[in-house]
């Protein structure tokens, strides 16, 4: 058995981040580091990654990271107006993907792949609130490499409300009315200088017929 078939032995540290209108359970060595530094450098070497490009104020531009999409056959994604068609599954994601679904009884049939190169790479304000995600979708996010901070703030407002490090091998779980009431980012950090690649899970829910 490979490296990329093994996870942590030790059970992950929990913490439920209180919000308001929130459910954030983020689990610190969910993987553990030797595994993680496997699948970081089998996802980085192995993905057939791609820089869309974005209308912003008529402007073209491509997105700050590279990206990638798996799924389940005929699960597209789409968001910020492009239209992601999937990636059969890799015998490391589809295996990471029935670890999630064991621990978090939910069923997820799509992972959107980010690849922040350094710290210029970055997302900015967002909900993960598509129609396709259903009412109140559960967003498992996996880190793996360079350690970066993530914000929140409630919708409607400017200023940074909370934040945490994500570190490598962690997992933080997004669901109930979270992307309801709350948007986040990956700003950018001058400091960083070494990749890292992000992993969200979720669960596209069929287009109602007419």
């Not at 209108?21 to 450098?41: K, N, Q, S």
């Not at 409607?156 to 409300?161: D, V, W």
């Amino acid at each position: 058995m490979s490296r990329s078939d093994v996870f942590a032995a030790e059970p992950s540290r929990d913490t439920v981040i209180a919000l308001p209108d929130a459910l954030l359970d983020y689990r610190v060595g969910w993987v553990d580091g030797e595994t993680a530094d496997v699948w970081l450098r089998e996802l980085i070497e192995s993905t057939p990654w791609s820089q869309p490009e974005i209308r912003i104020y008529g402007r073209l531009l491509p997105v700050p990271r590279l990206v990638a999409w798996y799924g389940d056959a005929g699960v597209g994604y789409r968001y910020s107006g492009l239209q992601h068609e999937p990636l059969p599954w890799t015998p490391l994601l589809h295996g990471v993907r029935e670890r999630l679904e064991k621990e978090t009884g939910q069923r997820f049939n799509g992972v959107l792949l980010n690849l922040y190169r350094d710290g210029r790479d970055a997302m900015g304000w967002h909900s993960d609130d598509e129609a396709e995600l259903g009412e109140c979708p559960t967003v498992a996010s996996l880190s793996l490499g360079a350690e970066r901070r993530f914000d929140l703030r409630r919708k409607g407002s400017g200023p940074i409300q909370h934040s945490l490090v994500l570190s490598h091998g962690s997992l933080l779980v997004m669901s109930g009315a979270t992307q309801h009431h709350w948007q986040h980012q990956i700003a950018r950090a001058s400091k960083v200088l070494q990749p890292r690649v992000n992993l969200t899970f979720r669960l596209i829910q069929p287009r109602p017929t007419r």
